[in-house]
Structures are given as C-alpha cells and as structure tokens.
C-alpha cells in the first residue's frame, strides 16, 4: 500500500551528514547571549552594589604632616592613659605639633616605620594622605632631618644594583643588604604646605 505526502508540508533538505557531524552553532545566538552575560557582570559589580568604591566623592589632599612616630603604648602612657601593651605591641604613630595622634598605615611606604626604629623618636616630614572616616596616614615620602636640621629624602638603597627600596629586606634583585638613605630633596610641588620654614629650631635638631 503506498502512502502519499501531506499536503500542505514542504520538506526541505540539506546536504546530507556523515556520522558525527558537528551541527554548526547558531553563532548570533551565541554572541547576544555572551553580551548578555558581560553586562549583568558590570552591573553587579557596579550598579547593583551598595558598598562605597575607592573613587566615591572627592580624592583626597596630599598633605605634608610634622612630627615624630613613636610607639602608640608609649604616646598613651605620656597621655596618662594605660591601655594593654599586648595588643597595642608594634603600633606606630605620628605625634603632630599639635598633640594629634596619626597611625601610620603599614602600607609599601609606612611598614619602615614599623621595622626600622632609627626612623621612630626623631623629626619627620610625610608626604601623604588622611582619608575620611580612616584613623590612618597613608605615606608616600618620608624626610628626616639630620644635625643641621636640614630635611632629607629618606629611603633605602641598594648600592650594587642602584635601585631604591622602602622596607627593610633584602634586595629584590640581588639579595644583598641594603643601607638606608638621606637625599637632600624638597617635597613635590603638588604637596600642600603649612606655610612654616623647613628649618628646625636648634633645639629640635637630632644628635644623630
């Protein structure tokens, strides 16, 4: 008994595929449904966040802070306040002119001062940032000023692959020590300054 075709149904057919034949993918599919994917990524990262990004409101003031950085323990003591030493060990802050306390954040530019007690007890100048609602100074420069009450750049040095440092450690490139070291050099001209003369008062001059 023969059958006959429907009408009303054309049947189309393509070249015929031998076995295992991948079906090309729908590739203007596949590039909206990829498109689709990137942006919900930025959206969530973005604009679906609640959370405050590094860049909300204005950058901060790059500021030239006075003082010495000293132990918090012994700031507080001098404050007649006595707080457990333990968990205070370790942490340094710049003590202003005008009785402020600034924690220094142990960032790349910050951590000497936690390593290195020849920067600690002794006039500096820092070149840095005071953020908003952050009890930290964040450093960028470091000077130090020597007998003459001369301010100097302050960094480490490596004097076989001339290159500078800013932790105590040894070398990146070679792994010999490094020494630290004093540059006659004047802040960046972007900095904001307090008005007053770079020079110390004798009596506020480092014996060292």
């Excluded at 010495?68 to 340094?92: D, H, P």
């Excluded at 020849?118 to 609602?133: K, M, N, Q, S």
Aim: net charge positive; glycine share 8%; with cysteine.
């Amino acid at each position: 008994m023969s059958t006959k075709p429907q009408r009303g149904i054309r049947r189309l057919r393509g070249p015929a595929r031998t076995a295992g034949e991948m079906v090309p993918p729908p590739w203007g599919i596949c590039w909206s449904a990829l498109a689709i994917v990137l942006m919900l990524g930025v959206l969530t990262l973005r604009g679906w966040s609640d959370e405050p990004t590094a860049t909300d409101g204005p950058p901060p003031t790059k500021r030239l802070f006075r003082g010495r950085v000293v132990s918090v323990t012994q700031a507080l003591e001098k404050r007649g306040l006595k707080a457990s030493t333990a968990e205070l060990r370790g942490q340094v802050a710049l003590d202003t002119p005008s009785g402020e306390l600034l924690l220094i954040l142990p960032d790349w530019r910050g951590k000497a001062f936690y390593q290195d007690e020849r920067l600690r007890d002794r006039p500096v100048e820092l070149v840095g940032y005071r953020r908003t609602g952050l009890p930290y100074l964040q450093i960028l420069q470091v000077y130090t000023a020597d007998a003459l009450g001369r301010w100097q750049y302050t960094d480490y040095w490596c004097d076989i692959c001339s290159i500078p440092m800013y932790e105590i450690k040894p070398c990146d490139c070679c792994q010999q020590e490094i020494r630290l070291r004093f540059q006659p050099q004047d802040p960046p001209p972007d900095v904001e300054l307090d008005g007053s003369a770079r020079v110390l008062p004798a009596a506020d001059r480092p014996s060292r």
